[in-house]
């Protein structure tokens, strides 16, 4: 493989400027430019993209500026001799800290004062309503970039801190480590259960009723993975039935969360609009990985993240 040109498709403005891609990617010996539907690709071309496009086929190499893959067809780049590289490595600050503000929110009730200050409301919650984290057991699935970070961050906050991983293996930071088959003994007696997985066929509907139904009464349900991974008609049903006492949400079943969506108006349900990854450095973060896989390229040496 031999990469002349980095074109950078428009769909990157979902994740950050196009053109602070190309911008951080000038100091390569390599075109740069930022491209839309109307580009055509060959062999000597990286596209770097948010959302998949047939015509990227006709590129040596993809590369998304997501971790999770799921939304582009893995095979069909296996076939056309594609290579794709994802971008997972990148976000083990940005969301764990998103994951432990939706922790410190809903223990401290801070999301609740948001809501009163708008209504100019100066109203406390019952005495007993307001915990702290620290003592609290969180289980965190998928022990990945992200997952570790929540991990790092809720062990640092004195948290029990159990997870979930196919190796089984320990982890640092991590009391205990379950296999996936023993989700429902690691999720029931946490606090707060953090989905930190790729959304594959094994992870779709992780989340369902019995596992719903194992947790607390007062558990808080977090996901930044992927929509899918949770039932939507579950978690509906486990909050109305108060099998869980509430949830924070980054990744939704359809996004944008249509307006009519009922959890919008639960007070014990946290919306956040996909962000748990943003930064203002999203860009360079990219870029870094972009080039470090052009020199690779140059040396002879394979991809990192490579997924096809
Ligand atoms: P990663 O590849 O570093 O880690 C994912 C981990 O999940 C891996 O260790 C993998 O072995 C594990 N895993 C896979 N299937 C599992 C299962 N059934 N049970 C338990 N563990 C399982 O990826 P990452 O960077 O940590 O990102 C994880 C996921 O988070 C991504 O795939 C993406 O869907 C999501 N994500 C969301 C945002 C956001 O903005 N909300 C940002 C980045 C990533």
Redesign the pocket.
């Known amino acids: 493989m031999d990469i002349a040109r980095i074109a950078v498709h428009d769909s990157v403005a979902a994740a950050c400027p196009p053109a602070g891609v190309a911008e951080s990617l000038r100091g390569l010996d390599r075109s740069v430019e930022v491209v839309g539907d109307d580009a055509s690709f060959d062999a000597g071309d990286c596209v770097v993209t948010f959302s998949p496009r047939e015509a990227f086929l006709d590129a040596a190499w993809v590369h998304g500026v997501?971790?999770?893959?799921?939304a582009f067809d893995v095979s069909a780049y296996e076939a056309a001799g594609t290579a794709l590289t994802?971008?997972?490595?990148?976000?083990?600050d940005?969301?764990p800290e998103?994951v432990v503000g939706y922790l410190t929110a809903v223990a401290r009730r801070l999301h609740v004062y948001r809501d009163r200050q708008r209504q100019r409301e100066w109203r406390q919650e019952p005495y007993d309503a307001a915990f702290t984290l620290s003592g609290e057991r969180v289980c965190v699935?998928?022990?990945?970039?992200?997952?570790?970070?929540v991990a790092e961050r809720a062990d640092a906050l004195g948290m029990e801190v159990v997870g979930?991983?196919?190796?089984g293996d320990p982890v640092d930071g991590v009391e205990r480590v379950y296999a996936?088959d023993d989700?429902r003994a690691a999720a029931a007696d946490a606090r707060f259960v953090v989905?930190?997985?790729?959304?594959?066929e094994?992870?779709e509907g992780?989340v369902d009723a019995a596992l719903l139904d194992a947790m607390r009464a007062d558990a808080y349900l977090v996901n930044?993975?992927?929509g899918p991974?949770v039932g939507e008609d579950a978690l509906l049903a486990a909050l109305d039935d108060g099998e869980i006492a509430g949830a924070a949400l980054?990744?939704h079943w359809e996004e944008p969360l249509p307006p009519d969506h009922p959890l919008w108006d639960r007070e014990s349900v946290l919306i956040t609009p996909?962000?748990?990854?943003?930064t203002n450095r999203y860009h360079e973060d990219v870029a870094a990985l972009v080039r470090e896989n052009v020199e690779r390229i140059s040396r002879g040496d394979p991809l990192q993240n490579r997924v096809a």
């Open positions: 997501r971790a999770g893959y799921d994802n971008s997972t490595g990148i976000h083990g940005t969301v998103t699935v998928g022990l990945g970039t992200i997952g570790r970070g979930v991983r196919r190796s996936p989700l989905l930190c997985c790729p959304l594959t094994e992870t992780l930044v993975a992927r991974v980054d990744a996909h962000v748990a990854a943003a």
